[in-house]
């Protein structure tokens, strides 16, 4: 019984196919934060479907206001279909981004800054996930902030 075993042992390290698989190597966590913060940078200016496609996950949720969950493409085509008006001004007053080994979370704050119009702040989470390669966004959500 007990060569039988052995021998088991030695086909399943020999036969392609039917090895374990190899451990996850471990995370650069500066390269991660860096590559998360780019991606916000470049959301936060996006203006066309190209670029959102490429930051946004295929299974990326958005919930809104009104109460519904948009999907990737409802994202994508309410982005394209309203732009920012070019005189808008925006920038991150805050960003911090927190990794949790393939996920990440960051949350901040957004100031945009209208033409003739009081700048604007709105308070955001997104969350990514490190999949083929590559972050992509999650999930988005974000509250206009009020001032009492």
Request: zero cysteines; charged letters at 20%.
């Amino acid at each position: 019984m007990a060569s039988f075993l052995a021998t088991l042992l030695v086909i399943g390290a020999i036969v392609p196919g039917h090895r374990s698989p190899p451990a996850r190597e471990p995370r650069d966590t500066t390269q991660d934060r860096r590559a998360i913060v780019a991606l916000e940078h470049a959301w936060l200016q996006a203006r066309d479907g190209i670029t959102l496609a490429r930051i946004l996950a295929p299974d990326f949720v958005h919930p809104v206001p009104s109460g519904a969950f948009m999907t990737r493409a409802q994202h994508i085509a309410w982005v394209t279909a309203h732009p920012r008006p070019r005189s808008t001004r925006v920038a991150f007053e805050t960003l911090t981004v927190r990794l949790y080994g393939r996920v990440a979370v960051a949350n901040g704050t957004v100031i945009a800054r209208p033409a003739d119009q009081p700048a604007q702040r709105t308070v955001f989470t997104d969350v990514f996930v490190y999949r083929a390669g590559r972050w992509q966004a999650i999930n988005a959500q974000e509250n206009v902030v009020t001032r009492p």
